[in-house]
């Protein structure tokens, strides 16, 4: 219906590519504020390209030339290759256990050479959100039954699993972003309700007193019994399922939450997460560090990164100390800033201002996103511009969450700004294929 | 295709919004309403530094710098740097062994962490920064810094002076306001501790960033709190370094004062304290062997005896007795006393008199009459206006208290004391509730309970030159930028003696101490063109050795001023243990007097004079004997040493078989740790040891 033009500019959604420029610009910035020293010249050591800014420029101009090539393919290969990309991915993610490079703990780096290390579960990020978009696109595909509700789950979950083996906890967590994509294309809401439920669950057991919760719990058991006494009478079905309920949460906080915390997390992050809600994590109990203490004992876990970091947002106040003023930046207090916490940087550099004006690009750049995705005729583009739109979010509110202290840390960059070159090509690639997914919306792609 | 679901799209955008509205609100609460994490990041990245001015220059009265400033090195080091640093060579450079090294850099990391530059070896000899400075580029993580040190010019007036020390925590207790931190330098004794305050001049502050590791990263906001520091203020001193420098040749190998004092201004021309030291040994590199060198030496060598010590003044009070005397009456200049070999008064036969005749007044004084003058103060104690010996007694303190005698005089020292003007209260113990004038006949002649200080007798001295009035006696006379704390008033009010003294007392008692200089007691130390009114003393004084009181050599006293008329300076001298007064302490006193109103020690046979008591040695036999047992004690160490040395070597040749390859580094490394055998353990060895013989001695003798 729509002119077919060779010129594949055409319906490029322009708006979202300059976010995009603005937010790759405010990331090299922030790095370079991180990297910045008064005593050096910035400008030799930048185009000497040896410090973490002038590398995080030569990956942006690398990502240009992907995107370019992105635009100027055609929006059926993605579709095509959709399940081949996805089975290429947790290959690659398999051999990472084979070939695996140690970065900070986590095995789940591949050398590729030049001193360039590929975390391929960066990349399968982009094949799930494609496999994912293939498969629901499917005409044969009903997602209102619970079996392709459960293959849709187990594409999702695959990856996580492999990375939760490799120790990137933080990678295995953007995958549930799926289910935000999952809900919009008809996943029953209560599945979400019950998960949230749970979630308050789980953070009531590490907040309140194992006894007194248990208590709670079946206080309001009780009332509901005694103010659904009538229908109780009528209907033994609805006395069994409260009383159901009332087990299940005292067991999981009796049981599973304790379990989860001593055997199945590291020391760390247990550690970690009580230290979210103020309370100390007693490692003697963990039996994974038991059974390391024979090898090495570990290092003492605090709740220095997250002490750091606040001090650094705090300090910024309303409007900031101003561009490479900010002492903590400048004395490296804050661990891995020009990763995980960069966002400390520009909190500190432009207070409480820059961070309002910076979240607020990202919350357009999302409602963009969604609002494309809703002008899509396909349910391919659809799926997999929701996909992108609560990858994204997901990783923006966890990383700017567990920088000023609202959630536990895990390794999440920041989108388009932490350094690393994976981390920026994943988000490259994923907002790129979305345009050129966009530019043809008028097509329906399977 | 049919859009389903679409509601859903809605959920998931307000999703989005209550997210961000949440991280937001963390936000605000961060970084609007949370005062504690800009504290915390000031207090993490901003490093204050305490910028130290110089410290105040003393000059003497010629504006000659007794006490200046001088830059030494100190040999820093970065621990972090030091990979790849030849360890063997620079220990060699050092003169130290691998495991010293190994232990200092241990410490220091220990101590200031590893990437910090700390202190390696503070205050290196000239030689040795003279070599390391040639050398050091081979050492990475090695550098010489430098840093401001006291040093004494002239090397005299270490008493007066007094030095700096770090601050140890009793210091920091007593001067909690003050702003003093550990590792900080204060004013311990002398001029240095009492001026302090103005010596110091105000601390700066320079505010840093730093790191993580608490390396500075530059300064912070380009300096605009920081404040600059004000050098200390130079002061002025009436002290004459030439006068002080003679002092300190006449009293060498003595011990013994002189204190010398402008009549004029109450300005202190020189103050010696016996045995003293070159204050510049206490700034060097090995300063802390040569402290508790000092601090353990028998003769007590920190001791300012001009005013820390107190003496019996002998007859050199007879001058006051006398002022006292005609006063009130109880003689004239007329009075005659006969002198049989002793006081009659009191039907003891004490004191004795030994020039066997009959005196007035003046012939008194000349010879030191002590049959006169005690009968002067038994009629002063049996005064009918006074009920009891009691109050006559007080009535004469009342006299000699306004001559300084008693109390502090407020010099402008550390630890000044009082001496004694003994009441009816400090006899009642001996003699019961009733005092009658035979108990106290000895103060006559100074040397009952009576005690002064040196600086006590020359203000004395100063008083009778003045004809009755005084200033403090003082060492500072201005201070350069003004007396910002007015430090200095106390010195400008002059001080009169008790208003019933008539003029023509104080000639009568000048007369007298011209006499003793003209035909009396000190006729050898008299000049020919320099009128000298003196007075000799002699005191007996008596030590316990071993728990037996014995007799000691007499303290030698002299006190005098000169010229009598327009009097320049007034002088006192004691030289403890050696003999009489007009033997030892009259001459020095002389040749003092020449040296400061002429200038210089004229003609051969004075010089001969100068040269005869430079080399005179007394030191008291009580101390002679600690300093025998410490030196025993130290051969018997020297001995241990040895045997010692020759048991290890015996042992290496017994134990190893491959001792042939490395003969030479064995007795390099094995004697330098000896040498370097840690200060406080030896001080604490030879005071137990010392003990013991003591002991061993007190048990012979119980056993006889």
Not at chain 2, 139 to 146: A, I, K, R, V
Not at chain 2, 303 to 320: D, E, H, I, Q
Not at chain 2, 598 to 603: A, E, L, M, P
Request: proline share 4%; hydrophobic share 40%.
């Amino acid at each position: 219906m729509s002119t077919r033009n060779n010129i594949s500019s055409q319906g490029v959604d322009w708006t979202i590519v300059w976010l995009y420029a603005i937010l790759v610009s405010i990331g090299i910035l922030c790095i370079f504020m991180v990297e910045y020293r008064t005593d050096t010249n910035w400008l030799q050591t930048f185009l000497g390209g040896k410090t973490n800014y002038s590398k995080q420029l030569i990956f942006a101009g690398f990502c240009t030339l992907i995107a370019t090539f992105i635009l100027l393919t055609d929006s059926k290969l993605f579709t095509a290759l959709a399940n081949l990309l996805y089975a290429f991915g947790i290959v690659l993610m398999l051999a990472t256990f084979v070939l695996g490079k140690n970065i900070n703990g986590s095995k789940s780096w591949i050398p590729i050479g030049g001193g360039f290390n590929l975390q391929p579960a960066e990349l399968c990020k982009i094949f799930t959100a494609l496999a994912l978009a293939k498969f629901l696109s499917r005409q044969e595909t009903e997602f209102s039954n619970i079996r392709s509700q459960l293959i849709g789950g187990l594409i999702a979950i695959a990856p996580a699993i492999l990375s939760i083996l490799q120790h990137e906890l933080g990678l295995a967590l953007v995958y549930s972003a799926f289910l935000v994509a999952m809900y919009r294309e008809g996943l029953p809401a209560q599945i979400l309700i019950f998960g949230s439920s749970f979630a308050i669950l789980v953070v009531a057991t590490l907040i309140l007193d194992p006894n007194v919760l248990a208590l709670s719990l079946t206080a309001i058991a009780a009332i509901l019994i005694f103010l659904l006494r009538k229908q109780i009478k009528k209907s033994r079905q609805l006395l069994i399922i409260i009383v159901g309920v009332w087990l299940f949460c005292v067991g999981t906080q009796r049981f599973v939450v304790p379990y989860i915390f001593n055997n199945v997390l590291e020391c760390y992050q247990s550690t970690r997460i009580y230290s979210m809600v103020g309370k100390e994590y007693d490692c003697g109990k963990n039996k994974k560090s038991e059974r390391k203490q024979g090898e090495k004992a570990a290092r003492k876990p605090d709740d220095y990164n997250v002490r750091q970091s606040k001090i650094a947002i705090g300090s910024g106040g309303l409007t900031g100390r101003g561009f490479l003023k900010g002492t903590q930046t400048r004395g490296k207090y804050v661990p891995e800033q020009h990763t995980d916490f960069i966002f400390t940087s520009l909190g500190e550099a432009f207070g409480f201002i820059g961070c309002f004006a910076f979240l607020a690009i990202y919350l357009f750049l999302l409602y963009r996103i969604v609002r494309m995705a809703e002008r899509q005729r396909s349910t391919f583009s659809r799926v997999y511009a929701y996909s992108v739109a609560s990858i994204i979010f997901f990783h923006i509110a966890v990383n700017v969450s567990m920088t000023i202290g609202l959630f536990p840390i895990v390794g999440i960059p920041l989108p388009l700004i932490s350094y690393g070159g994976s981390s920026l090509l994943t988000f490259t690639i994923l907002i790129f294929i979305l345009l050129r997914l966009d530019a043809d919306r008028q097509m329906v792609l399977r | 295709m049919p859009v389903f679901n679409q509601s859903r799209g809605r959920i998931v955008q307000i999703i989005f919004a209550l997210v961000f509205l949440v991280i937001i609100g963390q936000l605000i609460n961060l970084q609007l309403f949370s005062v504690k994490y800009k504290l915390a990041a000031e207090n993490n990245a901003i490093l204050r530094k305490i910028i130290y001015p110089d410290r105040g220059i003393i000059f003497d009265r010629k504006r000659r710098a007794i006490l200046e400033n001088s830059n030494s090195y100190d040999l820093v080091v970065i621990p972090s740097e030091t990979k790849g640093v030849d360890t063997f060579s620079f220990c060699r450079l050092l003169n130290i062994d691998t495991a010293e090294y190994k232990k200092r850099m241990r410490d220091l990391t220990f101590k200031n962490g590893y990437v910090k530059p700390s202190i390696f070896e503070p205050l290196l000899s000239v030689e040795m920064f003279a070599r390391l400075n040639e050398n050091i580029y081979k050492y990475p993580g090695f550098s010489l810094t430098e840093r401001s040190v006291r040093t004494y010019p002239y090397g005299v007036a270490a008493h007066v002076l007094g030095y700096i020390r770090e601050v140890d925590t009793t210091y920091l207790r007593k001067h909690k306001d003050e702003g003093y931190q550990i590792g900080d330098y204060a004013g311990r004794t002398g001029l240095e501790s009492y001026y302090e305050k103005v010596l110091m001049g105000q601390r700066g502050v320079k505010n840093f960033i730093r790191d993580n590791k608490s390396r500075i990263q530059g300064a912070y906001e380009k300096g605009i709190y920081d404040t600059a520091a004000v050098a200390g203020k130079n002061m002025h001193l009436s002290l004459d370094v030439e006068l002080q420098k003679l002092g300190e040749k006449l009293m060498s190998n003595k011990v013994g004062s002189i204190v010398a004092i402008d009549p004029k201004t109450g300005g202190i021309l020189c103050m010696i304290s016996a045995p003293t030291y070159d204050p510049n040994y206490l700034t060097g590199s090995e300063q802390k062997k040569h402290f508790s060198d000092l601090t353990f030496d028998p003769r007590l060598p920190f001791n300012n005896r001009a005013l820390g010590t107190k003496y019996a003044p002998g007859s050199t009070f007879k001058t006051v007795v006398g002022i006292i005397g005609l006063t009130e009456g109880v003689i004239d200049e007329r009075t005659t006393v006969v002198c049989p070999g002793y006081f009659t008064g009191c039907g003891t036969g004490k004191p004795k008199c030994l020039d066997k005749g009959t005196f007035q007044f003046t012939g008194a004084v000349a010879h030191s009459d002590n049959s006169y003058f005690s009968t002067v103060y038994k009629r002063l104690m049996e005064e009918s206006k006074y009920p009891s010996t009691d109050s006559a007694l007080s009535a004469f303190n009342v006299y000699a208290k306004s001559f300084g005698f008693g109390h502090k005089l407020g010099v402008d020292l550390p630890s000044e004391l009082n001496g004694l003007l003994p009441a009816g209260a400090n006899y009642r113990k001996e003699f019961g509730p009733r005092l009658f004038p035979c108990n106290l006949i000895s103060n006559a002649i100074g040397q009952g309970k009576v005690e002064t200080t040196l600086i006590q007798l020359a203000n004395a001295m100063a008083i009778i030159s003045n004809r009755g009035w005084y200033y403090t006696p003082h060492l500072v006379d201005s201070i350069e930028g003004g007396d910002e704390y007015n430090m200095l008033d106390a010195y400008t009010t002059k001080h009169y003696t008790d208003k019933r003294i008539p003029d023509t007392v104080f000639s009568a008692v000048q007369d007298g101490m011209q006499a003793v200089m003209e035909y009396g007691t000190a006729v050898r130390s008299r000049i020919s063109d320099i009128i000298i009114c003196g007075k000799t003393g002699t005191v007996e004084n008596y030590a316990k050795v071993n728990g037996v009181v014995k007799k000691q050599p007499d303290h030698s006293f002299f006190g005098g001023f000169a010229p009598r008329n327009n009097p320049r300076i007034a002088i006192a001298v004691i030289c403890e243990n050696s003999d009489q007064g007009a033997r030892v302490a009259a001459p020095i006193a002389s040749l003092m007097i020449e040296k400061y109103l002429k200038d210089s020690i004229r003609g051969a046979e004075r010089q001969a004079m100068e040269v005869e008591y430079t080399n005179r040695v007394y030191i008291p036999p009580v101390m002679r004997m600690e300093i025998a047992k410490k030196d025993s004690l130290k051969k018997v160490k020297e001995n241990e040493q040895l045997l010692q040395q020759k048991l290890n070597k015996k042992e290496a040749d017994d134990s190893t078989a491959d001792e042939s390859l490395q003969p030479e580094p064995e007795p390099k490394t094995v004697t330098p740790p000896i040498k370097n055998i840690p200060v406080p353990k030896r001080k604490a060895d030879k005071l137990t040891a010392a003990l013991i013989i003591d002991e061993r001695k007190n048990k012979k003798t119980n056993s006889k």
